[in-house]
């Protein structure tokens, strides 16, 4: 029997598990957590913190094709995995996407790719000498291990006297660009076949994602400019995989690259109710089959994230949408608890 390892049991790793059961292939997951939402849905798992050796050694041994959740992994463990079963996508792409510094740095070696002006930040002065070049505005992040806005600082007028105690050790400092609206495309590759799911806008809220529509409002022309710099970037990392981009729309309908995650995407939870094949059923054609298949959208949509204590009123989502809950132990604020779905 086919099976796979999912690094990581959070929501994505739950949507991963159940998509790999109506495909019939086993899935372990290594979590770092007791608690975690796949834990009733993967066959196997296995608890510690991702570097104890002895862990890592039975989870390596548990499946044959291995994947991840999250990008933040210490690229030692992906290249561990690597050396003796096969993984999704390649730990160089991992290595790029988990590091806001070097990802930058790679998309602005691409072809007419850009992405919003960016400093390296390592301490108070660099900092200061910076945010001089950009109007004395920008965000300030952690180069590694942020989401959901973990670790971000808008800075505005100069105003960085709560940022002074900071060790500022492997920041990024950004200018904030005043775009139109965020979208995402996600792309799927195997044996250089692509399938990409058509852009999607995005709408945050506190840094936090919450809501994505299906199709995105935006005219054919940058429809199809996002699809095609997504497609780019896809083929010169020579993809097998997953890979979402997130973007961001300017004014002059240019596109600016936000990041990139290299792995299922919230901005995709809609194509489990309306695409026919979802971004967890693609990711899994790629690593068990030939390559992705077409997602063909069903219906125009929109997903709603479901964030903090906005879960006590899960029973009303439940009635009115196709809602998911993410089986969370805890409602914490700014944490995502679950999400819902609705044609539009
Ligand atoms: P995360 O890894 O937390 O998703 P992002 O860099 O995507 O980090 O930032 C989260 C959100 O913050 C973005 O989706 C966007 O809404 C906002 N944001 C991030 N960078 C910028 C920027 N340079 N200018 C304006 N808004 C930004
Ligand atoms: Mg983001």
Same mark, same amino acid.
């Given at each position: 029997?086919?099976?796979?390892?999912?690094?990581?049991?959070?929501?994505?790793?739950?949507?991963?598990?159940? *998509?790999?059961?109506?495909?019939?292939?086993?899935?372990?997951?290594?979590?770092?957590?007791?608690?975690?939402? *796949?834990?009733?849905?993967?066959?196997?798992?296995?608890?510690?913190?991702?570097?104890?050796?002895?862990?890592?050694?039975?989870?390596?041994?548990?499946?044959?094709?291995?994947?991840?959740?999250?990008?933040?992994?210490?690229?030692?463990?992906?290249?561990?995995?690597?050396?003796?079963?096969?993984?999704?996508?390649?730990?160089?792409?991992?290595? @790029?996407?988990?590091?806001?510094?070097?990802?930058?740095?790679?998309?602005?070696?691409?072809?007419?790719?850009?992405?919003?002006?960016?400093?390296?930040?390592?301490?108070?002065?660099?900092?200061?000498?910076?945010?001089?070049? @950009?109007?004395?505005?920008?965000?300030?992040?952690?180069?590694?291990?942020?989401?959901?806005?973990?670790?971000?600082?808008?800075?505005?007028?100069?105003?960085?006297?709560?940022?002074?105690?900071?060790?500022?050790?492997?920041?990024?400092?950004?200018?904030?660009?005043?775009?139109?609206?965020?979208?995402?495309?996600?792309?799927?590759?195997?044996?250089?076949?692509?399938?990409?799911?058509?852009?999607?806008?995005?709408?945050?809220?506190?840094?936090?994602?919450?809501?994505?529509?299906?199709?995105?409002?935006?005219?054919?022309?940058?429809?199809?400019?996002?699809?095609? @710099?997504?497609?780019?970037?896809?083929?010169?990392?020579?993809?097998?995989?997953?890979?979402?981009?997130?973007?961001?729309?300017?004014?002059? +309908?240019?596109?600016?690259?936000?990041?990139?995650?290299?792995?299922?995407?919230?901005?995709?939870?809609?194509?489990?109710?309306?695409?026919?094949?979802?971004?967890?059923?693609?990711?899994?054609?790629?690593?068990?089959?030939?390559?992705?298949?077409?997602?063909?959208?069903?219906?125009?949509?929109?997903?709603?994230?479901?964030?903090?204590?906005?879960?006590?009123? +899960?029973?009303?989502?439940?009635?009115?949408? +196709?809602?998911?809950?993410?089986?969370?132990?805890?409602?914490?604020?700014?944490?995502?608890?679950?999400?819902?779905?609705?044609?539009?």
């Amino acid at each position: 029997m086919s099976s796979l390892g999912i690094i990581g049991g959070g929501q994505l790793g739950m949507f991963l598990c159940q *998509a790999a059961k109506d495909l019939g292939i086993n899935t372990s997951v290594l979590s770092e957590t007791e608690e975690f939402s *796949a834990k009733s849905f993967c066959d196997k798992f296995f608890v510690g913190k991702f570097s104890d050796s002895k862990i890592l050694k039975d989870f390596i041994n548990s499946a044959d094709n291995f994947t991840i959740e999250t990008e933040n992994i210490p690229f030692t463990i992906l290249e561990k995995i690597a050396s003796k079963k096969k993984i999704f996508p390649d730990p160089g792409i991992v290595k @790029i996407c988990q590091n806001r510094l070097r990802e930058k740095k790679f998309l602005n070696s691409l072809n007419n790719i850009k992405t919003a002006k960016f400093f390296e930040i390592n301490n108070q002065e660099e900092l200061k000498k910076n945010l001089k070049l @950009i109007n004395n505005s920008g965000i300030l992040k952690t180069s590694e291990f942020g989401y959901d806005g973990k670790g971000q600082y808008k800075i505005l007028n100069g105003q960085i006297s709560e940022l002074e105690s900071l060790n500022l050790k492997s920041f990024i400092l950004e200018e904030i660009l005043d775009f139109e609206k965020e979208i995402s495309v996600i792309v799927c590759r195997k044996n250089k076949k692509i399938e990409t799911y058509p852009a999607v806008e995005n709408i945050h809220k506190n840094s936090i994602l919450r809501e994505t529509i299906f199709p995105a409002n935006i005219s054919d022309e940058v429809r199809k400019n996002a699809n095609k @710099i997504a497609t780019q970037i896809a083929n010169h990392i020579n993809l097998n995989g997953i890979l979402a981009i997130e973007m961001f729309l300017m004014k002059d +309908k240019s596109i600016l690259i936000n990041e990139l995650a290299p792995r299922p995407h919230n901005s995709g939870h809609w194509s489990i109710d309306y695409c026919e094949i979802s971004q967890f059923h693609n990711l899994l054609n790629t690593i068990f089959f030939e390559s992705p298949k077409s997602p063909n959208p069903i219906s125009p949509c929109k997903m709603v994230n479901v964030i903090g204590d906005e879960f006590l009123k +899960k029973d009303v989502f439940e009635k009115k949408f +196709k809602f998911y809950d993410y089986l969370k132990k805890e409602i914490k604020s700014a944490r995502k608890m679950g999400h819902y779905t609705f044609k539009i």
